[in-house]
C-alpha cells in the first residue's frame, strides 16, 4: 500500500467493517472480462458467504474461475470543495482475496445462511429453512486467504 499511514493492520478492525458494510462487492474474471457485482453476504473468520438464484453468470463464471476479490466499506462520505483537485473522500474499506466454492449440501446452506441472517439480524441462529426454499438457493462461501484495510476518516472534532 502507497499510503502506509492509511492502511488497517488490526484483525479486529478489518472484522469490524466487515460487520458494519451492508453490502460486499465481489469481483471475478470471465475470461478476460472483469465482472463485478453487489451482494448481501455475512462473514465469520475466515469465510465469506452469499447467496443467488441457482443459475446465473455469477455461478457460471465461479465454476470456471473460483478466484475472487471482495471490497466493502463504511462511513463513505464525499467531501466536495469549490476548488478544482481539493475534493476529497472519508471511508474505511476492506478489500480481500479468496477462492470461492458453492455449497451443496444442505447444512452447510443452513449454516452460511444462518451466517447471513446474524449479519443483517439481531438472531443467534438456527433458523428454518423450507427444503424447497433451500432447493432454489444457492450459496457461495468465499475460503478468505487475504483481507486488507484502508482508511481515511474524517478529522476528529477540534481538529
Same mark, same amino acid.
Given at each position: ?18 460487520? +458494519? ?17 453487489? /451482494? ?22 465461479? +465454476?470456471?474461475?473460483?478466484? /475472487? ?31 470461492? =466454492?458453492? /455449497? ?5 446452506? +443452513?449454516? =452460511? ?24 438457493? =444457492?450459496? /457461495? ?19
Amino acid at each position: 500500500m502507497r499510503k502506509h499511514e492509511k492502511q488497517i493492520t488490526d484483525p479486529a478492525a478489518l472484522e469490524d467493517v466487515l460487520a +458494519r458494510a451492508q453490502f460486499c462487492r465481489i469481483a471475478m474474471c470471465d475470461g478476460d472480462v472483469p465482472y463485478v457485482v453487489p /451482494v448481501c453476504f455475512g462473514y465469520e473468520p475466515g469465510a465469506l458467504y452469499f447467496h443467488c438464484a441457482p443459475e446465473g453468470r455469477k455461478l457460471d463464471i465461479l +465454476r470456471a474461475n473460483p478466484k /475472487v476479490c471482495f471490497q466493502a466499506d463504511v462511513d463513505a462520505k464525499v467531501i466536495v470543495k469549490d476548488e478544482a483537485c481539493a475534493c476529497t473522500a472519508h471511508y474505511t474499506c476492506v478489500i480481500g482475496t479468496g477462492t470461492a =466454492a458453492i /455449497v451443496e449440501d444442505v447444512d452447510g446452506k +443452513r449454516h =452460511a445462511l444462518d451466517v447471513l441472517m446474524r449479519h443483517y439480524t439481531d438472531s443467534g441462529g438456527g433458523h428454518e429453512y423450507p427444503e424447497n426454499a433451500l432447493g432454489k438457493t =444457492a450459496v /457461495v462461501r468465499i475460503d478468505v486467504t487475504e483481507l486488507v484495510g484502508k482508511q481515511s476518516p474524517a478529522p476528529s472534532a477540534g481538529a
